[in-house]
T-cell receptor, first 114, second 114 residues
Framework: EDKVVQSPLSLVVHEGDTVTLNCSYE??????LLWYKQEKKAPTFLFML????IEKKSGRLSSILDKKELFSILNITATQTGDSAVYLC??????????????FGKGTKLTVNP | DTGVSQDPRHKITKRGQNVTFRCDPI?????LYWYRQTLGQGPEFLTY????????KSRLLSDRFSAERPKGSFSTLEIQRTEQGDSAMYLC????????????FGEGSRLTVL
């Protein structure tokens, strides 16, 4: 069974802290690993990773993939209260017709206190 | 607003009733997905359309669930004879066939079955 496991499930930090969120996976057909941010209802896309060791960066967020050890991390530096959200890790299983068939982890709920 | 829209946003029904949800994707997106999300879990894939063709269905989708996308534009998800276990957020997403991993999610239709 395809599985994506995230840790920790919940994290509370103070503004300015740096956090690392973890994602490991066991899937039958890997195309890419994705990170999404879910603040209220709709998840929004952050990164797609396909190659090991290549860091993707967007402002204070960065992510890297290790395809040998089957995990990824998402780092957020100098956290702000606006970073409070659930961060979802997903693996694209390359579905029928080339679709993005995503299997998600449970998410890490990040709370950043002022 | 030209994002993915879903209707209704919240539906409360009694067990055994039928419900239908509608999704209007971003207009140029030919890929459309339905996911289901329960509290504390990540979204779970239900089904995928490419234009009007339903190319993939999860085994989670029992025969009480049916989805259509008749003209390759909007989609409907119908649940017949609802059960309490159907209570969840039903998320619709759309994308272009670019395999960037970026799905554009709607804000969801929350179903509560009493």
């Amino acid at each position: 069974e395809d599985k994506v496991v995230q840790s920790p499930l919940s994290l509370v930090v103070h503004e300015g802290d740096t956090v690392t969120l973890n994602c490991s996976y066991e899937v039958t057909n890997f195309r890419s690993l994705l990170w999404y941010k879910q603040e209220k209802k709709a998840p929004t896309f952050l990164f797609m990773l396909t190659s090991s060791g290549i860091e993707k960066k967007s402002g204070r967020l960065s992510s890297i993939l290790d395809k040998k050890e089957l995990f990824s991390i998402l780092n957020i530096t100098a956290t702000q209260t606006g970073d409070s959200a659930v961060y979802l890790c997903a693996v694209d299983l390359n579905g029928q017709g080339g679709s993005e068939k995503l299997v998600f982890g449970k998410g890490t709920k990040l709370t950043v206190n002022p | 607003d030209t994002g993915v829209s879903q209707d209704p946003r919240h539906k409360i029904t009694k067990r055994g009733q039928n419900v239908t949800f509608r999704c209007d994707p971003i207009s140029e997106h030919n890929r459309l997905y339905w996911y289901r999300q329960t509290l504390g879990q990540g979204p779970e894939f239900l089904t995928y359309f490419q234009n009007e063709a339903q190319l993939e269905k999860s085994r989670l989708l029992s025969d009480r669930f049916s989805a259509e996308r008749p003209k390759g534009s909007f989609s409907t998800l119908e649940i017949q004879r609802t059960e309490q276990g159907d209570s969840a957020m039903y998320l619709c997403a759309s994308s272009l066939p670019l395999n960037t991993g970026e799905l554009f999610f709607g804000e969801g239709s929350r179903l509560t079955v009493l």
